[in-house]
């Protein structure tokens, strides 16, 4: 029915080429002609905070507006990017007079308020290292990553301080400042007042010679095995960012582009600060947390051309039954791309239905830095793939041999691990004192994802499944999201995750979690109407042979569903890290 669906559908699909063509950007590219798109450093090297803010403020962009906020609460606020100059120096300068040197981490912990945007970009100009967490972390989450990231200050409100932080004070002994957003008033020594430090600094800052080289990002990863380790990365990753900013969420000198992501991901500083600022376009951050009215409002009330978002909040606007291109005008918008985890056939489709455009999939990892596979805009969509690799990537499906080397499968519809070939400006350059983790990431040549995909004889790539969530059924090789895209297409489902369930008989049987929309009841006929759904769609050794239905499905901060997480409850196993846990 799907295929057959985008089949009479497809011209719904094409983008007519534009100049920046994938085709003909492809066979050309060289990463040497991305870094004649840099100014430099007066002072020599390469530097984010000179690219994204300072070298626009010094053109003439100077007045544009660079940061537009939208408060929780209706306050509206702009910077442009002289202002913005201004006062991320005078945050450098902050900094400076704190003692924090080149290299030392800087960790902020708030809401999507503006002093966190300014904040970054400051920490980038002293040359030290910005490790953003996730304002809804817990205590023990918080900790965790401040104590193996080496903190020496943390930026953050009175109240996620008082609720968070304080109780665990004696547990950071290398913790030098806590600098309070919000606070009139220096608590003592070490507990002091942002906007009294703010007032004292100055807004001239000259940016020290920076090695492109140099750290940059501090990024923790999810945890989903051990505990979330660092993820660092450099100055230099900007290539990569400026490049897919172009080719990927193609930015026009006068977007305004609209990101979801918290700084607290990774997406939410690649993509949600550093690479609309490098294309000195208007950055549209919204405090709140998701609330599909206030989402629509901004799409129209703010023109918002280029929408970054996530699979959970699509799949949350595909539960309301509206005709939001009857209801809002969203003439502006031009370009939808999703990240996070694999975007559904049926959420694209979705897109072309409800807002007359596909909604673009694409593929990247905190480890990768930025956009690696994408569907691009010059291209046709393929509902259900990630896309074909950027310029300068090279992506392939290989098998990993005994002996230690790698085999690369060119046979297309062939899983495998999805593995790029090193070397992309982004590219993580270490775990932070896990140095034979990262090593173990790379064999015979390649970086291994941990993801199983295959490509197909066009070159789209399409997910299969986590490493260690493909499930062993009767001899077949079972990928969830197959499985969880299809339960999505019957109309009583929101949301599935899937699992291999050990059976003695067959080695593992497929499980399915459940949560049903608005108007469903969760019965037996349901259950036994879906398991139906499933063996006519997959076939009898592929579909669910058990449905459980749950009203919400246990979900990452950063909205993937923890497949891990549901089947250690399965099994009466230990729940292992839940840090990133949703609430």
Known sequence: ???????????????????????????????????????????????????AIDRH????????I??????????????TYLQMKKETAKFANVLKSLGIVKGERVFTLSTRVPELYIAAIGIFKNINVLCPLFSQFGPDPILQRMQSGDAKVLLTSKNLFNKKVRPMMEKLPQLRYIILIDADEDENEMILSLPKLMQKASEIFEIPTTDPEDMSLLHFTSGTTGMPKGVVHVHKAIYTHWMTGRYVLDFHYDDNYWCTADPGWVTGTSYGIITPWLHGITNIVDESEFNALR?????????????????????RLMRIDNEPTKEYDLSSLRLIQSVGEPLNPEAVIWGVEKLKMAIHDNWWQTETGGIMIANF?????????MGRPLPGITAAIVRQNDNGTVTEITEADKDGDLALKPGWPSMFRT?????EKYKKSFVD??????DLAYKDEDGYFWFVGRADDIIKTSGHMVGPFEVESILMEHPAVAEAGVIGKPDPFIGELVKAFVSLKTGYEPTDELKQELIGFGRKKLGVAVAPKEIEFQEKLPKTRSGKIMRRLLKSREMGLPEGDTSTLED
Not at 295 to 308: C, D, G, M, P
Not at 445 to 450: A, D, E, P
């Open 445 to 450: 040549g390649w970086y291994i994802s941990g």
């Open 431 to 435: 775990y932070l004192h896990h140095e």
């Open 1 to 51: 029915m799907l295929n057959n669906w985008i089949e009479k559908n497809k011209n719904d699909f094409l983008v007519e080429p534009n100049l920046r063509d994938y085709e003909s950007a492809y066979s050309s590219f060289k990463w040497e002609d991305v870094e004649k798109e840099f100014e430099g450093l007066p002072s020599g090297g390469l530097n984010i905070a000179h690219e």
């Open 66 to 79: 660079a940061l537009l906020w939208l408060g929780e609460k209706g306050e509206r606020d702009s910077f």
């Open 377 to 385: 805009i010059s291209q046709t969509v393929r509902p259900g793939s």
């Open 295 to 315: 989402w629509y409002n901004i799409l129209q009330n703010e023109k918002v051309s280029v929408f970054y978002t996530a699979p959970t909040a699509i799949r």
């Open 57 to 64: 403020a010094n053109s003439d962009k100077a007045e544009n």
